[in-house]
């Protein structure tokens, strides 16, 4: 089967219907990232949520559930978050997403001391439970900031963190779109990260040249928007490559409803193409076994990094 799975982030218990997910089964979709927030955590039984999700999905699979909140600054979004990791198994998912926090008024640094504190008891936890917490790369944030919600915005922070807390089970939910908004070369970083990539999101981004040039990144001119996946800057079939390089086996999720070109009544056209070069990305369409000669190479796992 293909090392790299092709799936769509859905928004939780309070936008997401389980009832719906039947009707996206015809799409091809390969798995769904679950997100869920604040709403769902104090609304809803979660047990209940779990069963109800579970027999809509009719088998296909949940790459991550996400869980974007703040655990450094809140006591209650840190329970959130302890609540779902226990309940995680109820999914049958292995993988948490989250942002890694900040303190207000603190910078990368000063947050560090509460970083190692927080996530060494969620990283033990995770341990003794067989998960694996992706710390999304969203870049909200700076080194020198005191006005930061996520601390894991780029590889100066990753190294400080991965330091603090050296725990196999913490790693990165990686995007092109959030280091490209920093002028970060998306495919050099992958092929520096990819051992600590736990999940990937599906959000590319378009860089005008032509206006940084001219105005500058501080302009009145935009310069930087999102993009689905195939309608961006960012080679895939790259992005594929590195990450089966580095015995990547997981997935890609499509995090839609962030494009400014193809959104409204065009968003799942635009995913839909985005699955197709997706696919044929990271190695085809349909997976073929062939026949029983396979060349000259030794089988991948002999070799994959």
């Not at 089967?1 to 799409?27: N, S």
């Not at 999905?57 to 909140?69: I, N, V």
């Not at 894991?152 to 725990?167: C, I, L, Q, R, T």
Request: net charge negative; aromatic share 12%; charged share 25%.
């Amino acid at each position: 089967m293909f090392e790299i799975k092709i799936g769509t982030v859905l928004m939780g218990a309070h936008a997401l219907d389980p009832d719906m997910l039947p009707a996206l089964e015809p799409f091809g979709f390969e798995g769904y990232e679950v997100s869920l927030d604040r709403y769902c955590f104090r609304t809803y039984d979660i047990a209940e949520y779990a069963k109800r999700l579970n027999d809509a999905l009719c088998g296909t699979p949940l790459s991550a559930l996400g869980c974007y909140a703040n655990p450094l600054a809140s006591e209650d979004d840190r329970r959130d978050l302890i609540h779902l990791m226990d309940c995680a198994h109820l999914f049958g998912c292995n993988t948490i997403s989250v942002f890694a926090g900040a303190l207000p008024d603190h910078t990368v640094a000063e947050s560090m001391p509460t970083f190692k504190k927080v996530f060494s008891e969620l990283c033990a936890r995770a341990e003794d439970k067989g998960l694996k917490i992706a710390m999304e790369n969203c870049s909200g944030s700076s080194w020198t900031s005191r006005d930061n919600y996520n601390i894991a915005y780029g590889p100066d922070a990753w190294e400080m963190m991965f330091d603090a807390v050296p725990s196999e089970a913490l790693g990165l939910e990686w995007e092109p779109s959030h280091q490209m908004r920093q002028l970060i070369d998306p495919i050099a970083q992958l092929r520096r990260w990819a051992r600590r990539v736990y999940h990937i999101h599906g959000k590319d981004g378009t860089i005008a040249w032509d206006v940084i040039r001219e105005h500058g990144v501080r302009g009145r001119e935009p310069w930087f928007w999102d993009r689905t996946p195939g309608f961006g800057d960012t080679n895939w079939n790259d992005v594929c490559t590195i990450l089966m390089q580095n015995g990547y086996r997981g997935f890609i999720t499509i995090e839609g409803y962030h494009d400014p070109v193809h959104y409204d009544d065009g968003e799942w056209s635009a995913q839909m193409r985005s699955l197709t070069y997706l696919k044929d990305c990271r190695g085809g369409q349909t997976f073929i076994e062939g026949p029983a000669y396979k060349g000259f190479q030794k089988p991948k796992a002999s070799y994959a990094k």
